[in-house]
């Protein structure tokens, strides 16, 4: 009876405090005008865009945002306790972990907390963020129990998360591996030819997946691309009229690289991380041609221009290098120190602005050339030079990147005390590390327990490096698995600490 009114309490305080907490009613960013108005732009998957939409429909054009974070609280609710539920049923807890892991679950959700809570933000990451521990339970489910119905929930639910981030496709990754796994556990008692079999088998069915989930998204996202441009047009002029003057600040704000926005109809001041605003085009794969670019552009220097036979490029690349130099927005100007991170996140951001004002500086000058006709393939040539000649420095500038994608992965990054942030980053994950080892092999704790720790070291050191390469760790990028890893953690200590208690009471 206990047990029940503890969750039963549990459950209200978290819907409570995701309702509740923070700014009343909904909180728009620079960029969540490009959902709204369901803009078609660079790197902006439909799924979004169409969920709002679908509120629009339903309530009319003065509640639906309201609705919005309605749903995204409820959704973000049933995720939490789907994904406690599951963790109570796998591995029946004590109360004081299921209490203080419910708390580190929401640790995402408190981004921009006090001001803010995600769920009741206009941004991608009220949807991906709970969808994400679905996909997580589903994907550690297949890798603990071997169950092929899980392993196919986790494919599903990396579509939807591709289908609302970009670099939410590392999900495919991630399911992929769990397929790989599965093979090999099931051949591994066996001889060791049909082991190699397995090995083999494994490897092609991870390839054959991340293949066919591709795929599928290509189809799914060209599928509801079309449906949002007919959704779009029906707006009308005056649906798009009403935004299309925070649409104009807001495309000047992410050009400067930050600062401040309001809205009017809602009155609530936003600022965000520069989110680039480009031209229609493929939203899963033309996003990282632009990534590319902005990274290659804030290595450039202005001898390169040597780099470009062709005498029009070498004029492109010469706008490109003026405009990051009005903003000192390559390498040369970043600071010293472990907080260089951001100089360098910062800088790469701004490649958008430096592309298009250097693209707007060469059509002045050039209104006829032939490279205005190709300006993706320009840009490509241009990226491609650049990283021939400065990929061992863009390698530096990553993993200069990458100890802050860590410690956002634990913990919040504070500049006065960075250098114990990275420490603290160290201790915990060395002592998950040396716990999960140490206490394996002494069988200080159930396997199933030890799996999931693994998978959450897995999740967040891929999370880290992959979107640290790609694109650049910014803490709202590697935060997904924050409080997964601790609710591995105080499983592994849970079980540990009662092992040791039992051996130092049976010595006296």
């Known amino acids: 009876m206990k047990e029940k009114i503890f969750y039963v309490g549990l459950g209200a305080a978290v819907l409570l405090f995701l309702a509740f907490a923070g700014q009343p009613g909904y909180y728009e960013y620079p960029d969540s005008w490009q959902y709204i108005t369901i803009k078609g732009a660079e790197g902006v998957m439909p799924l979004y865009q169409l969920f709002i939409h679908l509120h629009r429909l339903a309530l009319g054009e003065g509640r639906f945002l309201y609705g919005v974070v309605v749903t995204q609280t409820l959704l973000t609710a049933l995720c939490l306790f789907f994904f406690m539920f599951w963790i109570y049923r796998r591995f029946r807890p004590g109360l004081w972990v299921m209490g203080l892991g419910t708390l580190v679950l929401l640790v995402p959700f408190t981004l921009d907390f006090p001001q803010v809570l995600v769920n009741h933000s206009i941004l991608t990451e009220a949807l991906t963020y709970p969808l994400f521990y679905l996909f997580v339970a589903a994907f550690a489910e297949s890798v603990i129990g071997g169950r092929a119905r899980w392993l196919l929930g986790a494919f599903g639910i990396a579509l939807l998360l591709a289908l609302t981030r970009t670099q939410m496709q590392i999900c495919f990754g991630f399911a992929a591996l769990a397929l790989f796994y599965q093979i090999v556990a099931k051949t591994a008692k066996r001889p060791v030819g049909i ?3 397995g090995c083999l088998a494994a490897v092609f069915a991870g390839a054959f997946a991340l293949l066919a989930s591709e795929m599928v998204l290509l189809q799914a996202n060209g599928r509801l691309q079309t449906v949002a441009a007919r959704e ?43 989110v680039p605003v480009q031209a229609d ?89 032939a490279l205005l006709q190709n300006q993706t393939q320009a840009n490509r040539i241009v990226a491609f030079a650049l990283l021939k000649k400065h990929w061992p420095r863009m390698l530096y500038h990553t993993l200069c990147m990458l100890p802050q994608g860590f410690v956002s992965t634990v913990f919040f990054q504070v500049e006065k005390i960075y250098g114990l942030c990275h420490l603290y980053t160290l201790a915990v994950y060395a002592a998950a590390i040396i716990l999960l080892a140490v206490g394996g092999r002494r069988k200080w704790f159930a396997p199933e327990r030890g799996k999931f720790m693994l ?36 499983l592994l200590a849970e079980q540990c600490g009662r092992e040791l208690w039992k051996k130092r009471k049976s010595r006296f």
């Open 195 to 197: 082991r190699l079999l």
């Open 232 to 274: 779009a047009a029906r707006l009308g002029d005056g649906a798009q009229a009403e935004t299309a003057d925070w649409a104009e600040r807001a495309v000047a704000w992410e050009s400067l690289g930050g600062g401040q926005a309001v809205r009017p109809r809602n009155g609530i001041v936003a600022a965000a991380a520069a």
């Open 281 to 369: 085009s493929s939203n899963v794969t033309g996003q990282f041609d632009s990534v590319l670019l902005c990274r290659t552009l804030y290595e450039m220097e202005e001898e390169d221009s040597a780099l470009f036979s062709d005498p029009e490029i070498q004029k492109l690349f010469l706008k490109f290098y003026g405009a990051a130099e009005s903003t000192k927005a390559r390498y040369a100007y970043a600071g010293k120190g472990l907080w260089k991170w951001k100089d360098i996140m910062n800088g790469t951001a701004q490649g958008a602005y430096t592309s298009t004002e250097g693209w707007k500086a060469y059509r002045e000058e050039n209104p006829e050339s």
């Open 455 to 490: 998978c959450a070291l897995v999740l967040n050191a891929g999370m880290v490096v992959v979107i640290s390469v790609v694109f650049f760790g910014m803490q709202r990028y590697v935060i997904y698995g924050f409080g997964i890893f601790y609710m591995a953690l105080l």
